[in-house]
C-alpha cells in the first residue's frame, strides 16, 4: 500500500540542479495538510540521512547543515505534494532520496529532530547522481 510516491531523480553533472518531488496517496493523502514531511537520503554503506523538514503550514522549515542554503523543501497542500529543491549539487549528494510523513502537525524537535524513526510513512526512493 503505497502512501507516499517520489519522483524526480535522475543523473546531473556537479553544481546542476534537481527538484525532486513526492505525491500522497490513500489513506495518508486524507491527512496530508496536517501532516509534519521530511526528505532523507541514503548512499550504499550509509544510514539514512536527514536532509529537511516542513511543518503542516510550510511556515516553518528545518535544515541539515550539509544542505542547508542549498537545498529548498517546500509543500503544495491542495496538490498534496511535496518538493525538495536541489542546486549546486556535489558527486557527495549522490544516493536514494526519500520523502517521509509523520501523523502530527509539526517536525520533531529536540534530540529527536531529523530522525527517521519519527516519521510513520516512508516512499520508495529516487535515485540521484550527480557525476564529477
Known amino acids: 500500500q503505497v502512501q507516499l510516491a517520489e519522483s524526480g531523480g535522475g543523473l546531473v553533472q556537479a553544481g546542476g540542479s534537481l527538484r525532486p518531488s513526492c505525491a500522497a496517496s490513500a489513506p495518508m493523502a486524507h491527512t496530508f495538510r496536517t501532516s509534519a514531511l521530511g526528505w532523507f537520503r541514503q548512499a550504499p554503506g550509509n544510514e539514512r540521512e536527514f536532509l529537511a523538514d516542513?511543518?503542516?503550514?510550510?511556515?516553518?522549515?528545518y535544515y541539515a547543515d550539509s544542505v542547508e542554503g542549498r537545498f529548498t523543501i517546500s509543500r503544495d497542500n491542495a496538490k498534496k505534494t511535496v518538493h525538495l529543491q536541489m542546486n549546486s549539487l556535489k558527486p557527495e549528494d549522490t544516493a536514494v532520496y526519500y520523502c517521509?510523513?509523520?501523523?502530527?502537525?509539526?517536525?520533531?524537535?529536540?534530540?529527536?529532530?531529523?530522525?527517521?524513526?519519527?516519521?510513520?510513512?516512508w516512499g520508495q526512493g529516487t535515485q540521484v547522481t550527480v557525476s564529477s
Open positions: 516542513i511543518n503542516w503550514s510550510g511556515i516553518s522549515r
Open positions: 517521509a510523513g509523520r501523523r502530527a502537525p509539526v517536525s520533531p524537535v529536540g534530540p529527536e529532530a531529523g530522525s527517521p524513526g519519527q516519521y510513520d510513512y
